[in-house]
């Protein structure tokens, strides 16, 4: 269905402002935003206006029990300048699913879309073209019910932010084998993308960063025996044998571009097992010098490469070499998402004018 947006454009573009050689990633917003109001029943006021500030009742149910959900996704440009998407339908799933955990709302996944393919079409000029940066994007859902007391929200904000980006990570991290905390146990929502699983790492995150590491590995609740992910990456590692990366357990995100990454491996030959990879097979594949790449993905990081492992009071290095199989993944998606690189699994989706619905 076509959903009709209302769009006010910005007066002045704040774009020439950008030094798109020089991106943090995070901190500059394109000039516009994209908002729509859940009423209850139905995703009413769709609309596309000036990025500003939010006023929100101090009892605004999302502060108060976290029923907040977000997505991260990128967008390229063709050589032609036509705004490329990188596989939107899963996004809108994923979003969904996570709603659905959370007791929110879902969204027609034909309404992400059309939000997703307007926003781009309006800042088009903001979407970076160097081979690391994007624009990425940042749709998120919050409670909106102005209530003190725990139930679930009836109202509902969902907005899409974007962000022309660098490199979430600009040299190889660090990990630190987490053996107290925990990130997720089975039949919790570590496999929604909810603000809660983020927060909720700050503190195990920052004790690793005092210990001298950049990220935490966690591990599975129960015997802290078997990895899980990275901070905000799926972890991945090449031995000699086969690249493994952990199965998806319900405990993991569902990443977007860990699907992606497997498929390219694939399609390169490597053989791929997605199963339970415990931290002690790790450990020996490393001893016997089997194990040759150990690295991260996600939209925002793409790939990081890992260079150190810690793990009870020692330290592992594995190389992080600039021609391996790491960065041959990371050209490879970057490449596929700029349109540079064929796209044979059909996972770009380029936002033309006409297929974008106008208010
Ligand atoms: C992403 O990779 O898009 C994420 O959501 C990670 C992060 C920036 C929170």
Redesign the pocket.
């Known amino acids: 269905m076509a959903y009709s947006i209302k769009i006010t454009k910005a007066a002045q573009s704040k774009v020439s402002e950008v030094d798109f050689s020089n991106i943090p990633?995070?901190k500059i917003f394109s000039d516009h935003i994209f908002v729509a109001d859940y009423d209850g029943k139905q995703w009413t006021n769709l609309e596309i206006k000036p990025l500003e500030k939010m006023p929100l009742h101090p009892a605004t149910m999302a502060w108060h029990y976290g029923q907040a959900i977000?997505?991260?996704?990128k967008a390229g440009k063709s050589a032609d300048g036509v705004p490329l998407l990188f596989r939107p339908q899963l996004h809108a799933q994923r979003m969904n699913a996570s709603a659905k955990r959370m007791c929110m709302p879902e969204i027609p996944e034909d309404l992400f879309i059309q939000a997703l393919e307007q926003l781009l079409l309006i800042d088009k000029d903001w979407i970076p073209t160097q081979s690391d940066s994007a624009l990425?994007l940042?749709p998120v859902m919050m409670a909106t019910d102005e209530f003190i007391g725990v139930r679930s929200s009836e109202t509902f904000r969902f907005m899409i932010l974007a962000l022309p980006s660098g490199p979430?990570y600009n040299k190889p991290v660090g990990l630190w084998v987490e053996e107290h905390f925990v990130r997720a146990a089975d039949g919790g929502v570590g496999e929604a993308?909810a603000a809660g699983n983020?927060g909720a790492a700050l503190y195990p995150t920052k004790l690793a960063r005092d210990k001298g590491y950049d990220q935490v590995m966690w591990m599975d609740a129960r015997d802290f025996k078997y990895v899980q992910e990275s901070g905000?990456?799926n972890v991945f590692f090449l031995t000699k044998n086969a690249v493994l990366t952990p199965n998806l357990s319900g405990t993991i995100l569902r990443g977007i571009?860990r699907d992606s990454i497997i498929q390219i491996l694939k399609d390169n030959g490597y053989k791929v097992e997605e199963r339970p990879v415990s931290i002690d097979e790790i450990i020996e594949a490393h001893t016997k010098g089997e194990l040759l790449e150990v690295f991260g993905t996600?939209?925002?990081?793409v790939i990081a490469q890992i260079h150190r492992i810690g793990y009870h009071g020692k330290d592992y290095h594995i190389n992080a070499p600039e021609d391996g199989v790491a960065a041959m993944l990371k050209s490879s998606i970057n490449g596929i998402r700029q349109g540079r690189l064929q796209d044979k699994h059909d996972w770009v989706w380029p936002v033309e004018q006409k297929s974008a619905v106008l208010a």
Do not use: I, L
């Open positions: 990633f995070g977000f997505e991260g996704m990425y940042r979430y993308k983020y905000t990456m571009t996600g939209t925002a990081a």
